[in-house]
């Protein structure tokens, strides 16, 4: 008896043995041989409903029971554009009971090593690389446990659900012109250079998590975090950047914090997606000298001359409007304190602007040091009208070195007993060139010595233009006018209206 029970676990062994080792060699079989070609098209097919056309190069199984394909690319036509997506694997589970039954038998998808491509032209277009997912496909939605990716310098995470229920494909819209199509070429041409110019050991961070419902997809959410460290963007090192926005409730808001090496910028946006507008308002108190390496000739030269003693406080809001053409318009204003230029020291600057892209104001500017002070307006139509005025109490030898080497000289010659030359006078213009600008007004000094001469007051009217000084009604006390009247020839206003407007 006992032999009959040893002889039939042995046969039953054998028999699990044998079954076992049928499975491993189907398994081995299908994952390297490839999984039968009815498999492949139901696959296509539920691509194929979705709007999608699907290639590969081999279907197999891997030891978990997940269909997966090798070498794989996924294609989306429309009639404006045909997106692309490779990737070198992308596994699927199958509800296999489905499948038999005929129904969509697609549970869960994950992508490794993909790359999807958005083309703009044929030239140009938007390419999220190393691409890896996983995502559970339901009858009514989309779950993205995890989705991440390179976009230009960007790593980019994203999770939440996109609801297909009660989505309907919106009718074929016309395909976008040639000039169209070069304009948005030339927008991510431009996109793409900028993002280029931020350089950091690690890439800035985009998280995004959303709810996103085809069928109203203004009724959404999303909620986007943005961070980067110690990023550097065109020699200004940023030391912390922070930015989250959120889409809700039909209205999009954003927030962010950017930190540098001394000072922080804050700013603040919100904007309603049924408008085409939008503001945001900001403040900072950066070193603005942190900034000259990114701005344009000859503004970095003025901004790496000028030190700081306190930060200066910077506020504003910029309004965009996209109703017709993209438009912006910037209202700003800065104050400045004890701060110097070329060691020329300040107390006070208050600098109000407001600029739309074209038009220009300067609204009361304030500039103080420890001799007097000076204010300026100024508007500019963008076009041919120039219109401003200035008004002036500062001793001019004080700021001297502001105005180089050739004209130490001239200052050199010049000494004020008491306070500094009082001016007043209209700024008239087609421009901001020497040659399209007129400048007339009066100027009285007291008490001052020109080469060891001492003058007890000085009065004229006066117009500058085409780089020549006019004095009309010159009159001098306790002077001789040709004294005065010899400054214009020996010191040529050309060249010293050139160093102060270079």
């Not at 139901?42 to 269909?67: C, H, I, M, Q, W």
């Not at 992308?90 to 005929?102: D, H, K, Q, T, V």
């Not at 060691?343 to 006070?348: I, L, N, Q």
């Amino acid at each position: 008896m006992k032999s009959r029970k040893i002889t039939r676990l042995g046969t039953i062994g054998y028999i699990v043995l044998i079954l076992l080792l049928a499975v491993w060699g189907a398994l081995l079989i299908v994952r390297y041989v490839g999984l039968p070609d009815q498999i492949g098209k139901r696959l296509a097919s539920e691509l194929n409903s979705r709007g999608l056309t699907l290639d590969f190069k081999k279907l197999y199984l891997d030891p978990l029971g997940r269909v997966v394909a090798r070498d794989v690319q996924i294609l989306h036509s429309s009639p404006s554009s045909e997106n692309r997506l490779d990737f070198d694997r992308l596994s699927f589970e199958f509800n296999w009971i489905s499948w038999w039954r005929g129904e969509p038998f697609l549970e869960n998808a994950s992508i490794r090593g993909g790359e999807l491509f958005f083309p703009i032209s044929e030239e140009t277009g938007i390419r999220l690389s190393d691409l890896y997912a996983e995502i559970r496909i339901r009858n009514d939605a989309l779950v993205i446990d995890q989705l991440e990716g390179r976009l230009l310098n960007l790593f980019v995470q994203v999770q939440g659900e996109v609801v297909l229920e009660g989505f309907k494909a919106p009718p074929a819209s016309k395909p976008p012109t040639a000039e169209q199509i070069e304009q948005q070429a030339r927008l991510w041409d431009q996109i793409e250079k900028a993002a280029a110019e931020f350089k950091g050991a690690d890439p800035i961070s985009v998280s995004l998590k959303v709810q996103l419902p085809l069928a109203a997809p203004m009724e959404g959410q999303i909620d986007m975090m943005i961070e980067g460290q110690r990023q550097l963007w065109k020699g200004v090192l940023f030391e912390k950047i922070v930015v989250e926005a959120l889409y809700e409730d039909r209205v999009a808001r954003l927030h962010g914090d950017v930190d540098f090496l001394k000072g922080h910028l804050e700013f603040e946006g919100r904007w309603n997606p049924k408008r085409p507008n939008a503001e945001l308002v900001f403040f900072s108190d950066v070193d603005f000298s942190l900034l000259a390496p990114a701005m344009p000739s000859p503004f970095d030269e003025f901004l790496g001359d000028v030190v700081f003693s306190e930060l200066p406080e910077n506020q504003g809001k910029i309004r965009f409007n996209w109703a017709r053409d993209f438009s912006f318009h910037l209202i700003t204003r800065s104050t400045w304190r004890s701060f110097s230029v070329l060691g020329v020291p300040f107390d006070y600057l208050y600098f109000p602007l407001s600029y739309d892209g074209k038009r220009l104001m300067v609204s009361q500017l304030e500039m103080r040091n420890a001799t007097g002070e000076a204010t300026f307006d100024v508007f500019f139509d963008g076009d041919k009208t120039l219109k401003g005025k200035l008004a002036s109490t500062l001793v001019p030898t004080s700021l001297k070195k502001l105005f180089g080497e050739k004209a130490q000289p001239f200052f050199n010659s010049l000494v004020f007993d008491g306070a500094g030359p009082q001016i007043e006078c209209k700024i008239i213009g087609t421009g901001f060139k020497p040659e399209e600008v007129r400048l007339e007004g009066n100027v009285g000094i007291k008490n001052f010595r020109y080469k060891g001469v001492k003058l007890n007051k000085v009065d004229s009217s006066f117009s500058f233009e085409n780089f020549a000084l006019h004095l009309p009604d010159l009159k001098v006390e306790e002077g001789s006018p040709q004294v005065c009247v010899s400054l214009l020839p020996e010191y040529d206003a050309r060249s010293i209206w050139h160093l102060v407007t270079a």
